[in-house]
């Protein structure tokens, strides 16, 4: 495990020690976890940008054709 120092503003830090107390865990875990969240969150864009460059708009259609046409029944 490492160990970082981080600067952070006093209203970040009031809002960090409000958050992680309501949620019964520690500043490090809370810390940890949002980091875990927001790379994860970058990771999947990048993932799914890299997916689409491999896409084609002719396969996409080639698949719509073979979706039914269906309308939602009216209330």
């Known amino acids: 495990m490492s160990t970082i120092q981080v600067q952070i503003p006093d209203s970040l830090q009031k809002s960090l020690d409000d958050l992680a107390a309501r949620d019964g865990i520690s500043i490090d875990q809370f810390i940890s976890t949002a980091i875990a969240e927001k790379l994860s969150a970058l990771m999947?864009?990048?993932?799914?940008?890299?997916?689409?460059?491999?896409?084609?708009?002719?396969?996409?259609?080639a698949i719509l054709t073979k979706v039914p046409d269906y309308r939602l029944p009216t209330v």
């Open 44 to 61: 999947t864009e990048n993932y799914l940008i890299e997916k689409a460059k491999k896409g084609s708009r002719e396969k996409y259609e």
